[in-house]
Nanobody
Framework: QVQLVESGGGLVQAGGSLRLSCATS????????MGWFRQAPGKEREFVAA????????DYADSVKGRFTISRDSPKNSVYLQMNSLQAEDTAVYYC?????????????????????WGQGTQVTVSS
């Protein structure tokens, strides 16, 4: 049973920063691509960032490029999302996701269907 648990969400003023963490358990996901998605009220879940199993490749949604950074610590089975210069539009529930199957070294998918495991989400609220 694979579990992903997000933490680090909260309330922050516009322009502030937060660091989200995703801890995995149940099996090692060091060979899996991992990603962050978010869902605002009344909207579809959308891609935020992804990182390849090697950590050498990353991908970001245009709306967060230059502000968010995804990273991973494979020995700790964890992935992180550093969020800077937060805006009210970043308010959402943030979800961590992992691919079940090992991909190529540079594989960092941005589509929801590429991911098999999901966390329960952590709320990020940015006040303007």
């Amino acid at each position: 049973q694979v579990q992903l648990v997000e933490s680090g969400g909260g309330l922050v003023q516009a322009g502030g920063s937060l660091r989200l963490s995703c801890a995995t358990s149940g099996r090692t996901l060091s060979t899996s691509a991992m990603g962050w998605f978010r869902q605002a009220p009344g909207k579809e879940r959308e891609f935020v960032a992804a990182i390849s199993r090697s950590g050498g490749s990353t991908d970001y949604a245009d709306s967060v490029k230059g502000r968010f950074t995804i990273s991973r610590d494979s020995p700790k089975n964890s992935v992180y999302l550093q969020m800077n210069s937060l805006q009210a539009e970043d308010t959402a529930v943030y979800y961590c996701a992992a691919d079940r199957y090992p991909g190529s070294a540079g594989y960092a998918p941005s589509v929801k269907d590429a991911y098999d495991y999901w966390g329960q989400g952590t709320q990020v609220t940015v006040s303007s």
